[in-house]
């Protein structure tokens, strides 16, 4: 479990769990306590009422029941029971008793004691003692009375602790949640924050946070400036290496032109030349790629990039009879630098005219969280167990025709180097290539809904 919030919630309901549970149970034993006290204090209060009303009687057991007011004794089996032993053994019982008799311990004390027996209605809890009037005569006094008032009162308190212990660990558990929520809501600031200042280059304010976060968010905006600071160095040296490198190339492909203008067969040295181009070219757009890879703000408005391209291939010599259609939204973009972009779609779109008999078609759509692109023409198309190997490097198919066979591989490059998927298949419509190309996006509200009509522009 990584979430800091599950964490406290979990943590927080097995303390509350434990420390309800303890408290539970000490509490229980607390009122089992008090009810047996309060049960033994009144039996005691009965067992001198009984004695008092023994001596009132002036030792006459008949009389006794004359002297005390608490009806309960006068009604069979009601839980409340009196019985006194005289002097000569003859037993005396209130008239709850009926029939039955108490079974009191043998020995009696002065002192009276306590006992757990039968009685006639169940298990009973009495007391006894030795009394010895004012004549001298010594009488066995016992009053009882049956548990079952004992364990309802028992039984009572418990379920309402346990009523109580229920309402209050369910507010335990929604005030926890509410508190993490509230302890955490910084840290889930800090994360929505990170996000957004990474994209926008903007550094995180340490004074929007408590104290104790206030020294992470330092930690990352230098983290973050560091970061930009690698991406930025990488690109530049990247621009650099393909500016130093353009001009020997140059100088090389002039050598090579001039030797074939003298009529040297330069053909090898021509093909040498155009892949070494390529190789760099490639290996280049994969550092820049690798530099970029979404980690700086970067939206391109895929529906400019499509235009200059449509413009660019529109005004090829011998793309004057093809006819190409492109739909693209107009709001649609992808979080991908632009010459990256048009690195990709220039390269899919210069192999499909390349094969195209008449016709080539783009078109982009919005896919929830990313960007699909297709890009078909009415070619030949590439077999199934052949498109593996057009993505190789310098995996050309087909050597009759004019190119380095590297456009496909720096397509795959460049796509994956932003997470995003290449698949090649065949077109349903044109019956030639058809290349896929998927790009992260961040649209803008309502990008969703104008994706879903795409306008079509057309160029014939």
């Known amino acids: 479990m990584r979430s800091l919030r599950h964490r406290a919630i979990l943590g927080g309901l097995i303390w509350a769990g434990i420390a309800i549970a303890i408290g539970g149970l000490a509490l229980i034993y607390f ?36 002297f005390l007011t608490d009806p309960a004794y006068e009604r069979p089996y009601s839980g409340r029971y009196w019985q006194i032993v005289a002097p000569g053994g003859d037993t005396y019982t209130s008239r709850s008793m009926f029939d039955a008799v108490l079974t009191a311990p043998e020995q009696a004390t002065a002192e009276p004691r306590y006992w757990d027996g039968e009685g ?45 212990f229920a309402l209050v660990g369910a507010i335990g558990v929604v005030g926890a949640a509410l508190l993490t929520t509230v302890v955490v809501r910084p840290l889930d600031k800090l994360g929505r924050d990170v996000a957004h200042r990474w994209d926008k280059a903007e550094a995180l ?13 330092n930690d990352i905006n230098a983290l973050l400036k560091r970061n930009r600071d690698i991406v930025e160095r990488g690109r530049r040296q990247a621009a650099d290496l393909a500016h130093a490198l353009k001009t020997p190339i140059a100088i090389m492909r002039n050598e090579v032109d001039a030797l074939a203008a003298a009529g040297a067969d330069t053909t090898t040295a021509q093909g040498a030349l155009e892949r070494v181009e390529a190789q760099l070219h490639r290996s280049l757009a994969r550092v820049r790629a690798a530099n970029s890879g979404g980690s700086v703000n ?24 093809t006819r190409f259609t492109h739909a693209v939204a107009p709001d649609l973009s992808v979080s991908v630098d632009m010459q990256d972009v048009e690195e990709i779609l220039g390269n899919l779109l210069e192999n499909a005219f390349k094969w195209r008999r008449s016709q080539v078609r783009l078109k982009a759509w919005a896919d929830g969280s990313e960007v699909a692109i297709a890009i078909e023409d009415d070619g030949p198309g590439i077999a199934e167990e052949h498109r593996r190997e057009a993505l190789r490097s310098g995996g050309r198919l087909d050597s009759s025709a004019p190119g ?45 809904s104008a994706a879903s009509t795409i306008p079509e522009n057309r160029h014939t």
């Open 31 to 66: 009122f089992d306590g008090l009810t047996q006290r309060r049960f033994d204090d009144t039996l005691a209060e009965r067992h001198l009422q009984v004695i008092s009303a023994l001596g009132n009687s002036g030792g006459d057991p008949e009389l006794v029941g004359d």
């Open 298 to 321: 970067m939206q391109t408005d895929l529906s400019k990039s499509v235009e200059r391209l449509a413009r660019l291939f529109h005004a090829l010599p011998d793309s004057r009879d």
């Open 404 to 448: 380095t066979g590297l456009g496909l591989a720096i397509v795959s490059d460049l796509v994956q180097a932003y997470g995003g998927r290449f698949e090649l298949g065949t077109s349903d419509d044109l019956g030639g290539l058809s290349a896929v190309v998927t790009l992260p996006a961040r649209r803008s509200i309502g990008a969703g």
């Open 120 to 164: 006639p209605d169940g298990p009973t809890r009495g007391l006894q003692s030795l009394v010895t009037l004012d004549d001298g005569s010594a009488w066995v006094v016992v009053v009882a009375e049956s548990l079952q008032m004992l364990l309802a009162e028992r039984a009572l308190i418990r379920d309402s602790l346990l009523t109580t």
């Open 205 to 217: 304010n340490p004074a929007d946070y408590p104290q104790e976060v206030a020294p992470l968010a």
